[in-house]
Nanobody, 121 residues
Framework: QAQLVESGGGLVRPGGSLRLSCAAS????????MSWYRQAPGKERELVAS???????NYADSARGRFTISRDNAKNAVYLQMNSLKVEDTAVYYC???????????????WGQGTQVTVSS
């Protein structure tokens, strides 16, 4: 059974930085796509950034220029470096991955448990 575990959230002042980490573990053949989503109170979950295997990073307009997504395929990990944080970036951030698993045809969609990011003065 595979799982995603996130870390790195916390409280930061406007203009500050945080780095989120997410690592996949378990029996995994490959990870084809890794992404970060976020969900603010009372709002729908939204895509922040994604990084397909063998492709290039994509960003939501709200994240472009401030956030950087990166992958370490050897560690089955994805990171989100967040700079120039704003109050409106406050949300629970979720890691998402599409994985190929042993004995299970196709790709499987996994989510992390979420990590809280609070931007406040």
């Amino acid at each position: 059974q595979a799982q995603l575990v996130e870390s790195g959230g916390g409280l930061v002042r406007p203009g500050g930085s945080l780095r989120l980490s997410c690592a996949a573990s378990g029996s995994i053949i490959s990870i084809t796509h890794m992404s970060w989503y976020r969900q603010a109170p009372g709002k729908e979950r939204e895509l922040v950034a994604s990084f397909p295997s063998g492709g290039s990073a994509n960003y939501a307009d709200s994240a472009r220029g401030r956030f950087t997504i990166s992958r370490d395929n050897a560690k089955n990990a994805v990171y989100l470096q967040m700079n120039s944080l704003k109050v409106e970036d406050t949300a629970v951030y979720y890691c998402n991955a599409l994985m190929r698993l042993p004995l299970r045809p196709g790709e499987w969609d996994y989510w992390g448990q979420g990590t809280q990011v609070t931007v406040s003065s």
